[in-house]
């Protein structure tokens, strides 16, 4: 009997292996709701004293270590998720160059409408990296902090920001860019 359990799991074992495609629509599949951004400001180097506004183009980018672009992007938790986990993801970019990987860290408020790139709330905690590789889903680089207890309804706000040089990631929110799958 003993033995017959371990050769099944063996099997298992063995064709999750060999088919990671059907693993990963599996755990696709375990998202019960996808959380939209609510809304997009981007905050630019350049012009670091204007409010640019809400918008519905998330820009990160950086060129030569300066003209930085960050995308500082909010989320309206409803309420009902307590006991849920949620999970940072990154999808469905527009336009994307060089080698396409941001990061993404928690802000220090969720204010974010009036935003520049010197008036706006802190940098907090590094949530993880991505790399954007294609029109679709982007690749964790660094799922370190993705992953965490869905909160009480109410507003959190994230940035997000260019991993290295001559570098650009570019969606249309809310149908693209940085999400938040609940599971
Ligand atoms: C979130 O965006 C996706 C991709 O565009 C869309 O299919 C989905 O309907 C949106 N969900 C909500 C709740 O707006």
């Known amino acids: 009997m003993k033995s017959t359990t371990f050769s099944a799991i063996t099997i ?4 999750a292996t060999a088919l990671p495609a059907a693993g990963n629509l599996a755990s696709r599949d375990h998202v019960k709701q996808v959380i939209n951004s609510s809304a997009v400001v981007n905050i630019n180097e ?3 004293d204007t409010a640019l506004g809400v918008s519905g ?8 270590n300066k003209h930085n672009s960050q995308a500082l992007v909010k989320f309206d938790f409803p309420e009902g998720l307590g006991g849920y986990k949620c999970r940072l993801a990154f999808g469905n970019p527009v336009r994307f160059s060089g080698t396409g ?14 935003a520049t790139f010197n008036q706006r709330p802190f940098r907090d905690q590094f949530k993880g990296t ?3 590789a294609g029109s ?3 690749v964790v680089v660094d799922g370190s902090g993705l992953t965490f ?29 940085l999400r938040v799958d609940v599971m």
């Open 12 to 15: 298992f074992a063995t064709l």
């Open 136 to 138: 679709g889903e982007a």
């Open 101 to 114: 990987e941001i990061q993404v860290y928690t802000i220090g408020g969720a204010n974010i409408e009036s």
């Open 149 to 177: 207890d869905c909160p009480a309804k109410g507003a959190k706000a994230y940035e997000v920001v260019s991993v290295g040089d001559n570098n650009e990631v570019v969606w249309y929110a809310p149908s693209g860019g």
């Open 46 to 48: 350049d012009t670091p």
């Open 130 to 132: 991505f790399r954007v």
């Open 57 to 64: 183009t998330g820009v990160v980018s950086r060129v030569n």
